[in-house]
């Protein structure tokens, strides 16, 4: 079954390939000819990822799924949450968001912080989400170089690693991008797909 991935990020394809496995064959946008980044303006990670798979739904008529992520660090009051992957810069300077969260938890005991991922799916021109998250704790520096975003600085609970120092198939059991998309490919097993 073919499906398309609202994401140009090589990172989160290989992520969603792995988990979903060889019954699907996952299209990104750049496939179907769509080049420009969807919109994200909503003020939820829930109204983000159905942004974003509503534009490549109408674009290409294809079904299609979307995500969004956010680290939400208690200290912070929930932030950089929907904010996450552009907390520093206009871009997703993954560097530059680093250096800024820790220099907002300078001083803070409290490094309790949770990632939260939202999957939109539209099959059928039917709507659905699905959520994945995972507690854990914000490092007191970057450790590790496997991953992306905060990856360097997120302990997952139970853990005395960094998802950057875990290997993809540890991370992807554990991470609340996992989560959300073994939802995700459980529904779709499950509709018969």
């Known amino acids: 079954?073919?499906?398309?991935?609202?994401?140009h990020n090589a990172h989160k394809l290989a992520e969603a390939r792995a988990l979903l496995g060889d019954r699907f064959t996952l299209l990104t946008p750049h496939d179907c000819g769509v080049d420009e980044e969807?919109?994200?303006?909503?003020?939820t990670l829930e109204g983000n990822a159905l942004q974003k798979a509503r534009y490549l739904h109408r674009r290409t008529g294809l079904d299609c799924f979307a995500d969004d992520t956010g680290l939400e660090v208690?200290?912070?009051?929930?932030?950089?949450?929907?904010?996450?992957?552009?907390?520093?810069t206009d871009g997703h300077d993954f560097e530059a968001n680093n250096r800024l969260l820790l220099r907002n938890l300078e001083g803070q005991s409290n490094r309790r912080a949770r990632f939260r991922t939202v999957v939109a799916l539209i099959l059928g021109g039917e709507e659905h989400l699905f959520e994945g998250c995972?507690?854990?704790?914000?490092?007191?520096?970057?450790?590790?170089?496997?991953?992306?975003?905060?990856d360097p600085l997120f302990r997952?609970?139970?853990?005395?690693?960094?998802?950057?120092?875990?290997?993809a198939d540890e991370k992807n059991a554990l991470s609340h991008r996992g989560r959300a998309m073994r939802r995700l490919a459980e529904y779709l097993h499950g509709a018969g797909k």
Do not use: N
């Open 74 to 88: 208690e200290a912070l009051g929930g932030a950089p949450g929907v904010h996450s992957a552009r907390y520093a």
């Open 134 to 150: 995972v507690e854990g704790c914000i490092a007191e520096r970057p450790a590790g170089d496997a991953g992306f975003g905060y």
């Open 156 to 167: 997952p609970e139970g853990s005395d690693r960094t998802f950057a120092q875990m290997s």
């Open 1 to 7: 079954m073919k499906l398309l991935f609202a994401t």
């Open 38 to 43: 969807p919109p994200e303006t909503q003020p």
